[in-house]
């Protein structure tokens, strides 16, 4: 019901310079230490400059990368295979920067792939289907940025996430 709320209730996003780096390791940590880690064997590699900033809403970008980390944990629930998660970030022409998540999962195939971002699809026993929509949410409609997802079955998925480093000012 969290989700469900989280999704359809309007947000007064309030923009603060925050470390990307900090943000990521936040909600790497929330999930490796969380009691909805379904998966003891996942690890995670973190590639990316430490001082990079960005203006965002810390609370909600984060519940957005959690949202993207925890289907990488889920990837391989049913089979218990080690997930690797690969995060790959860098800044992409001083104007935004490109965040990569990589993991070895199950895949997808295309037609779920087509679905990830629509609301109550999923694949998952225990899934709602609010997670990924909720994440292209606060990316695209809270932060201007975009949200893909791509995907081979039985090789795993990546989703590339792209904000703006900087957010236009009111007034």
Request: proline share 3%.
């Amino acid at each position: 019901l969290d989700s469900l709320r989280d999704l359809t209730r309007e947000i007064n996003v309030t923009f603060q310079r925050e470390n990307l780096r900090s943000v990521l390791e936040e909600a790497v940590g929330l999930m490796k230490d969380g009691e909805n880690n379904p998966n003891s064997a996942f690890s995670v590699e973190l590639n990316m400059d430490r001082g990079t900033t960005l203006d965002a809403h810390r609370h909600r970008l984060l519940q957005a990368f959690v949202n993207v980390i925890q289907n990488a944990m889920e990837a391989c629930s049913d089979t218990q295979c080690p997930v690797r998660l690969a995060i790959n970030a860098k800044i992409e022409s001083q104007e935004r920067v490109v965040i990569v998540f990589s993991d070895n999962g199950q895949g997808m195939s295309e037609e779920a792939v087509g679905d990830v971002f629509q609301l109550y699809s999923t694949s998952k026993p225990k899934g709602t289907g609010f997670g990924l929509p909720l994440a292209k949410k606060i990316i695209e409609s809270e932060h201007g940025g975009s949200i893909t997802l791509s995907s081979i079955k039985g090789q795993g998925t990546t989703v590339t996430v792209v904000l703006p480093l900087e957010q236009a000012q009111e007034g």
